[in-house]
């Protein structure tokens, strides 16, 4: 038996002296993660709403996630149940450890997809948020040779170089999605040093050092990439004189403290 406390709900995090049911993972067992400790009810309310922004900004549809890192543990993420992004509330985020093990599911379903999170997590210890999506005007770009760039100031980030992951690189031919932890660590592995990521005929990947940077670059990525398209066809196989690294990298420093902004005024859209 052992005293811990429930992080998955709300401003109503409670103590439950319960005794720790093992996880059945890859036909073994081991223990469920212990709590990174408790989360406070704004975070929970914070995380909800990057959701419903990211649904109410075209960025997932019934499909995607966000999640961000524990505030007081590392080794530990949020992210919601398995459910459809604009329908998430506090109630519904749960807790997990890097390997993607849910501290206290409570019947609830994971999503499939969630070691993209706990993979980046674990390798990238800047990155405090990620955004997985499908948004349409992406998908084109993790399709072809033509990489993306950045077509204007808010999506400075892509000047710094946006890696396409293929995941038949290294598993063949697969169902496209990323399962498990050893698809979630090629996926970090080709993410490497860069803020967003495509994913070959599936999506995209954006980071953050914090949820509403993460959020303000998945928001700008699809933006950019209709951009991109309208600038390629007005090119007609021209020069398109996109941010180079040196304005990407002065711009982005402007967007990291103006994303405040887009945040505040997103989350009103959804009623947050
Ligand atoms: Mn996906």
């Known amino acids: 038996m052992r005293l811990f406390r429930c992080a998955c709900h709300s401003g109503l995090s409670y103590w439950s002296n319960v005794a720790r049911a093992p996880a059945d993972v890859g036909g ?5 993660p ?20 990211l649904a109410d900004q075209g960025v997932v549809d019934a499909f995607g996630h966000v999640s961000m890192r524990h505030p007081s543990d590392p080794n530990r993420f949020l992210m919601s149940r398995s459910l459809a992004p604009a329908l998430v509330t506090p ?9 993607c093990d849910c501290v206290d599911a409570q019947g609830r379903g994971s999503f499939l997809e969630r070691f993209i999170h706990g993979e980046i997590f674990r390798k990238r210890p800047d990155v405090m ?24 100031h808010n999506a400075a980030f892509v000047a710094r ?7 038949h690189e290294k598993f063949g031919a697969t169902d496209m999605l990323v399962g498990n932890s050893e698809k979630g660590v090629a ?22 050092p914090s949820l509403p940077v993460a959020v303000f670059r998945a928001v700008y990525t699809e933006v950019n990439a209709r951009l991109q398209f309208q600038t390629a066809m007005l090119a007609g196989g021209g020069n398109i004189a996109a941010l180079d690294a040196e304005e990407g990298r002065l711009a982005d420093e402007v967007n990291l ?5 887009a945040w505040d005024l997103w989350k009103r859209r959804v009623g947050f």
């Open 28 to 32: 073994g067992t081991r223990a469920l």
């Open 34 to 53: 212990r709590s990174g400790g408790p989360v406070d009810a704004s975070v929970l309310h914070d995380l909800a709403a990057a959701s419903r922004i």
């Open 91 to 99: 109630d519904d985020i749960m807790e997990y450890d890097l390997d």
């Open 129 to 152: 948020a990620v955004v997985h999506s499908h948004s349409p005007n992406v998908i084109p770009f993790g399709l072809i040779d033509t990489p993306m760039r950045a077509m204007f």
């Open 161 to 167: 170089g946006v890696p396409v992951f293929d995941i």
């Open 187 to 208: 996926l970090a592995e080709k993410l490497g040093d860069k803020d967003v990521m495509l994913m070959r005929a599936h999506g995209s990947v954006a980071t953050g």
């Open 257 to 261: 403290k103006s994303s405040a902004r």
